[in-house]
């Protein structure tokens, strides 16, 4: 029974249900609710301002909420605060570090601020220097470090205390190229026996290393689900129809999903996974209401598309 509970737990390392925080007449979170599993990296989605570092500060104790619940490996963390923390390893968007420690006298005193003993800390100290390639500046002033170095030790200084349960909030803000490519495989290591969410306001940076994908508007989740399946609907493709005439939506009624576009009713937005066919289709309407026509246009939905058609059709 024990190791079937384990299990259970394991499985569903984070689960978030239903969460609400209010800032006097703002609505930050309105009932947010998704979970997150171990070894699949999850992307919290959303535009500057969406609810995403609110959100990562409830879960890690930061912040309290005014309803809902939070469970990391079971526990209540909004009741356990204190307990689960040791849990969670967190580098928050403004990644805030001491500037005049050098970076190991930095990691063995966070490794000393979680109750780690002596010996226990050079060890975990020595394998995060060589995981996080900081070994060229390890005794430098963390001052004197460049950008994607900081984030480095930032995230080292998250998993000093090996958590099982690891938050990133915007890690890879303000990176250079190469530095991108080198935080991304760090944190894909990471996340290889570990739950870890990623937030992000870029959807370049969910594509490149996430499995799963909640994205998050206004405090209120629009979707969630395994990023493949957000690929798939993405990989739709359109056809835009633009006439002289107005067009009603009723005529094409049985070719899937439309919409009117930018033109206004003159514009036509079909949603298709079988362009030929509809093509076809929207000439013989065309040709029935003998309606003049401007353009039939075709091009693929990618989920930098979708994502704008989600956070802004709220």
Known sequence: ?????????????????????????????????????????????????????????????????????????????????????SKIGYLPEHNPLYLDLYV??????????????????????????????????????????????RQRVGLARALIHDPQVVILDEPTTGLDPNQLVDIRRLIQEIAADKTLIFSTHIMQEVEAICQDVVIINQGKILAASPLADLKANAGQIELILETEEELSLNWFANLGELKFGPKGNRELVLLTSEPQEARKVLMQIVQSKNLNLISLNQGKKNLETLFREITQGQ
């Not at 024990?2 to 737990?9: A, D, E, G, N, Q």
């Not at 070894?39 to 500060?57: C, D, E, Q, V």
């Not at 005014?66 to 923390?85: P, T």
């Not at 006298?105 to 010996?119: D, N, P, Q, R, T």
């Open 1 to 85: 029974m024990r190791v079937i509970f384990s299990l259970v737990l394991l499985f569903m390392s984070l689960q978030v249900s239903r969460l609400s925080k209010v800032y006097g007449s703002q609505k930050a979170l309105d009932e947010v609710s998704f979970s997150a599993t171990p070894g699949r990296i999850l992307g919290f989605l959303g535009p500057n301002g969406a609810g995403k570092s609110t959100t990562m500060k409830i879960i890690t104790g930061y912040l309290g909420a005014d309803s809902g619940e939070v469970k990391v490996l079971g526990e209540n963390a909004l009741e356990n605060s204190k307990k689960v923390s």
């Open 104 to 149: 190991r006298e930095f990691l063995e005193f966070s490794g000393g601020i979680y109750g780690m003993k002596s010996a226990e800390i050079r060890r975990r100290v020595d394998e995060l220097i060589q995981k996080t390639g900081l070994l060229p500046e390890q005794h430098k002033k963390i001052g004197q470090l460049s950008k994607g170095y």
